[in-house]
């Protein structure tokens, strides 16, 4: 397909493009764009993620394109910022991720031979070998992964690649006790008196950490369950509120045994 056609690929990013270079003319553009940096736009770039998660979880195709959309145009933000710095563009980010998934995908680009069962090792030791030739390689493993993804991820993260090199435990049944031990340990911190708030936060990070250890030795990714928990809550909550509704209720008028008697009924439901 040609370029011409306004259709195309090619044609809808050069759009987008000069959209976003009008956005951040400083005399012509808009005040808010023009004056936005990498870091102020960090935490629009998050919500637009999450956005984009939600609306491919509810399956909604025109939403899924809306998202999308907006999530691209976060990178073209940054590039233009680049270009107006002097760092890079829109086609240095395209050709630097090009260039690395054909370099990761020697079996596809290179013509290498690889058995199915042995692309994560190749994919893993391409990276360290990237990694061992970037001046920038840092003394920890665990440098590369950013402290900044949602916590759930990070643990996830972090915990996998100390699996990769042993530090992990062999099945399931000491993470499940592990886990009762890190409760137990919560437990013996909400009986003491005083009750130690610092001390408290630890020992909970400490459960949810294991927690996100049992999930990963189940196969279960902790941040996608806790979402669909989340979900799951949500959707029952407005059931009771409709129920209350119903009844010409106020929630905050009910008792605890009647907003349970409600949520019940709402579990039944699903």
Known sequence: ??????????????????????????????????????????????????????????????????????????????????KEQGDFEFADIANAISDKMERRHPHVFA????????????????????????????????????????????????????????????DIAPVLDKVAEEVDEIQAELQAEPVDSLRLEEEIGDALFAMVNLARHAKVDADAALRRANLKFAKRFAQVEQAAELSNKQLSDMSLAELEHLWQQAKAKA
């Open 111 to 170: 013509g290498a031979d690889t058995d199915e069962s042995a692309l994560s090792a190749q994919w893993d030791a391409i990276k360290a070998q990237e990694k061992a030739e970037s001046a920038s390689s840092q003394a920890s493993m665990l440098s590369d992964v950013p402290t900044g993804l949602p916590a759930l991820m990070y643990a996830q993260k972090i915990q996998k690649k100390c699996a990769k090199v042993g530090f992990d435990w062999p």
């Open 1 to 82: 397909m040609s370029d011409e056609n306004p259709t195309s690929p090619g044609k809808a990013l050069d759009r987008l493009l000069g959209i976003m270079a009008a956005l951040r003319d400083p005399n012509t553009g808009c005040p808010w764009d023009a004056q936005q940096t990498m870091s102020s736009l960090t935490r629009y770039t998050i919500e637009e993620a999450y956005e984009a998660v939600d609306a491919i979880e509810r399956g909604a195709a025109a939403d899924i394109k809306d998202e999308l959309g907006d999530l691209l145009f976060q990178i073209v933000f940054y590039a233009q910022i680049g």
